[in-house]
């Protein structure tokens, strides 16, 4: 690694520095949205209702020497009426207290649901997701989205109301504790702050930083659990459960690694926290030492002086208790950064990616399909077209040029590895182009231009939505194909006995499809769902490899019967037939394209 990159790696290191404060008052944008939202409504509310708690917390706090007085005095009616007292004063306390955690909670909720939503807005625009996930700048994406972004919403909720009535309630002490001690008091126990705060923030780096690397860990050790979970057959067939666990073993040392390094950082910084706070408990008698030795209480009687000392060391001991919570929250702030460096860095990934994004300007399509209406001309024009594998300088087409054209279907052939299904993704958009050009003629939308990938994606949700897909049912209505027509499709397609296994198109749910079907039951009710959105052209890529031929020739004889124009990528002879073109490459970057001679379409 050059020097550059050292320093680059070194500056953008996960601590808690200006890394982090620029990185989190982005995120404060987000959960704050505006000054009307109801975040900051709420924020007021914890305000009022900490400084309300202030006031209680400090007429408990003089209850003792309330208690001492009265006895002193021998004052039965002093006494029931400071019992009573109290009791309502804890009440209302116990009532703040539960509604202020009840408002954490919410503002919690609030505040995932903000950053949540710009986080999808930006994942999901064109073909964003499919980049931060295939190149690999940043781990666990998904892990980000869910559970780091989770963490630090529930972490910062939980010190945030001790953060905003920290200032008031130190102002507050802070005079009192003047009124007691003159100007030593405040001294002492601001000097006493800040040395706490500067030793901890030097601890506190170390562990935001072993938190950031804790949550990559875990989720390389989840998505070992998760590929396995998602190839459970392939990994059965080869009996591959002792190289598995090896596997799986290795990762889940390195993340047991990393939490002991976490955690032995973790002890330092939990040993600066304990001893301060125990600290804080003797300083509020080291403060008081000097007006007594002093003589400043002499000419108070006894039952007085232990009033005006308990009252006295409630201001010291609550003035050095709000600064010490504040120095408890060190470990919760650190988690908050670790895993706030974690999800701005997506944010910042995701923001340059979607301004690099090269898009196919993808139109969500709303209206209806209609065969009947006049097709247009092109779907796409190839100029000039050199593409190689992303990361790669290995050329595997060259200077590509040809159009596909309404009614004249393009068969794609060429040995394995020859580059046919990097074509179409470089077509898609997915993979950037060497050199040339994509024009597309039609907006790539279900009813226009539909791709069948080689391998389908299927969501979860019932068969109805697998088939409508990448519709939702609210844009359903915009459909003008009805159940039947979809029964029709599907016993076209053989599929007669997944509607029976379903219960039907919409009474079964699945979250996982690809655990229900076959191989060749993907690609069938692939062509269901092409047949339901009949689109005017369609890329297929092998989308038959795992069909019969004889139920392959019908399927396309459907394509020509609806109208829709094709480039297929495939390998069987029996393809030809049904294209009128033969877009041949032939590796290290030559292609050839040629009329089939034996098509049975004119």
Not at 220 to 248: C, D, P, Q, W
Not at 589 to 598: A, K, L, R, S, V
Request: proline residues 4%; aromatic residues 12%; positive net charge.
């Amino acid at each position: 690694m050059d020097s550059g990159l050292q320093t680059r790696a070194k500056h953008n290191k996960p601590v808690f520095g200006l890394l982090f404060f620029k990185r989190f008052a982005k995120l404060t944008g987000y959960m704050f949205p505006s000054w009307r939202s109801v975040q900051v409504l709420i924020c007021i509310l914890l305000l009022i209702l900490g400084l309300l708690e202030q006031v209680v917390i400090f007429y408990i706090g003089n209850i003792p020497s309330k208690y001492y007085k009265v006895f002193g005095d021998r004052d039965m009616a002093g006494f029931r009426e400071k019992t009573i007292m109290a009791v309502l004063l804890i009440t209302a306390e116990a009532f703040i207290k539960a509604s202020t955690l009840y408002l954490v909670s919410v503002l919690y909720i609030k505040w995932r649901g903000c950053i949540n939503a710009k986080i999808h807005k930006l994942y999901f625009t064109d073909l964003v997701y499919y980049t931060v996930n295939m190149a690999g700048k940043i781990d666990n994406p998904d892990q980000r989205i869910t559970q780091d972004l989770d963490r630090m919403c529930d972490n910062f909720s939980q010190i945030f109301a001790p953060i905003i009535i920290a200032p008031f309630t130190i102002a507050y002490y802070l005079y009192k504790s003047v009124q007691s001690t003159s100007y030593l008091g405040p001294v002492g126990v601001l000097s006493f702050f800040i040395v706490a705060t500067v030793i901890n923030k030097l601890l506190m780096s170390p562990v935001v930083h072993y938190v950031f690397r804790r949550e990559k860990m875990e989720g390389n050790y989840r998505f070992k659990h998760m590929l396995l979970r998602a190839n459970v057959e392939s990994a059965a067939f080869y009996r591959s459960g002792e190289i598995e666990k090896f596997y799986t073993d290795q990762r889940l040392h390195r993340l047991l690694r990393t939490q002991h390094s976490l955690i032995l950082r973790q002890y330092a910084l939990n040993f600066s926290v304990n001893i301060f706070d125990y600290l804080g408990g003797i300083l509020s008698y080291i403060l008081l030492a000097f007006p007594i030795f002093n003589g400043d209480f002499d000419s108070v009687s006894p039952s007085d002086f232990s009033s005006l000392i308990s009252a006295n060391s409630f201001i010291f001991m609550y003035l050095i208790n709000c600064f010490t919570r504040l120095i408890d929250l060190s470990l919760k702030a650190a988690e908050v950064a670790g895993n706030a460096h974690r999800v701005g860095e997506l944010i910042e990934e995701l923001q340059q990616v979607k301004d690099k994004q090269r898009t196919l300007n993808y139109v969500k399509d709303s209206h209806p399909p209609n065969p009947a209406s006049q097709m247009t001309q092109k779907a796409l024009t190839v100029s000039e077209l050199t593409y190689a594998p992303p990361k790669s300088s290995d050329i595997l087409c060259k200077n590509l040029t040809f159009q596909l054209e309404a009614g004249v279907n393009i068969l794609v052939t060429g040995d394995s590895g020859c580059g046919k299904s990097s074509l179409l993704r470089v077509i898609a958009g997915l993979w950037p182009s060497t050199n040339g050009s994509v024009r597309f003629h039609e907006v790539v939308s279900p009813s226009k231009i539909l791709f069948l990938p080689q391998k389908p994606y299927f969501t979860d949700g019932t068969l109805k939505q697998q088939v409508i897909y990448p519709l939702k049912e609210t844009d359903h209505g915009s459909v003008s194909l009805d159940d039947e027509t979809i029964h029709q499709y599907v016993e076209l397609t053989g599929l007669q006995t997944l509607t029976e296994r379903s219960l039907g198109l919409e009474n079964y749910s699945s979250n996982d499809w690809y655990q229900e079907l076959s191989p060749g039951e993907m690609q069938r009710l692939s062509f269901v769902r092409l047949f339901f959105h009949q689109p005017k052209f369609a890329v297929l890529d092998e989308a038959t490899s795992q069909i019969g031929v004889d139920l392959e020739r019908v399927l396309y004889s459907k394509c020509q019967e609806l109208g829709i124009t094709l480039m297929s990528v495939g390998h069987r002879k029996t393809l030809r037939e049904f294209h009128q073109l033969e877009l041949r490459l032939q590796g290290r970057g030559n292609w050839t394209i040629q009329p089939i001679t034996d098509s049975i379409i004119s």
